[in-house]
């Protein structure tokens, strides 16, 4: 087991990807929808745009952020691991993700699908399989 660095928050990853978005209320309400995010900051400036917000999803989390004229929308390519592809597909269709591939099986040992949400960003999903 490893242990935790010190200069890491207690809430963080040593990594965690940073999404800047035009819509980022619509980012999280996808997040929550489709990977059962749960929200663990959020900021808000008085003009309503999100300055800041973090989701967890699963053991990771994911910060995220309106663009503004200073840092504009920078779209991403993501993967995780998810108990079922095949539900996470149709909810991501539900909250308005485009089918960029649906769930098939991977010579590489996953069960995996593509979306893009609403806002530009890639998903990659996918359940492990046991090779044959």
């Known amino acids: 087991m490893t242990t935790r660095a010190a200069f890491i928050p207690v809430d963080a990853n040593q990594v ?40 967890r999803i699963g053991d990771s989390i994911i910060e995220l952020s309106d663009a503004s004229a200073e840092w504009g929308p920078t779209p991403a390519a993501l993967h995780l691991y998810v108990p079922d592809v095949e539900a996470t597909y149709r909810k991501a269709l539900d909250h308005g993700a485009t089918s960029l591939h649906a769930p ?29």
């Open 16 to 55: 965690m990807p940073y999404l800047t978005v035009t819509d980022g209320k619509r980012l999280l309400d996808f997040l929550v929808g489709v990977f059962d995010a749960a929200v663990v900051r959020r900021h808000e400036e008085s003009d309503g745009r999100l300055a800041h917000a973090a989701v």
């Open 104 to 132: 098939m099986d991977q010579e590489y040992g996953e069960r995996s699908c593509a979306v893009q949400d609403p806002l530009g960003n890639k998903w990659y999903v996918a359940t492990p399989i046991s090779k044959p």
